[in-house]
């Protein structure tokens, strides 16, 4: 099986469209709805790369990404925040926590392909 990728968003259309992309390229997708059941099949099974939304229930993106960060055992995850929030300073604010990417909606899923495929280079 290929790199495992855990898509983060509370929008069912964004993680179905996704999924589908990622999977016909070969790669183990997980979904998860929210930052705390993301954290908790994080801790389960370790995702390659992590593909955040920023604004969902309970735990937002940047927090996700802090706790991964400041883990050791996690801090090697690629994140790649995907989120509404397109200002300069939203921008800054997840790259300061830590993401890799940061990429705005809305987007090509093929680009996000494209993106995933030179994270794991």
Do not use: W
């Not at 259309?13 to 929210?34: P, Q």
């Not at 994140?79 to 397109?86: C, E, N, P, R």
Request: hydrophobic share 40%; proline share 4%.
């Amino acid at each position: 099986m290929g790199n495992k990728i855990l898509i983060v968003d509370d929008e069912p259309n964004i993680a179905r469209s996704l999924s589908f992309v990622l999977k016909k390229d070969g790669y183990d997708v997980s979904v998860a709805e929210d930052g705390d059941q993301a954290m908790a099949m994080i801790r389960g099974s370790k995702p390659d790369i992590l593909i955040l939304d920023v604004m969902m229930p309970k735990k937002n993106g940047y927090d996700v990404c802090q706790e991964i960060k400041s883990d050791a055992e996690l801090r090697d995850i690629h994140i790649m925040m995907l989120t509404a929030k397109g200002q300069k300073g939203d921008l800054e604010m997840g790259l300061s926590q830590g993401a890799d990417e940061y990429i705005t909606k809305p987007f090509s899923p093929m680009k996000i392909a494209a993106r995933v495929k030179k994270l794991l280079g």
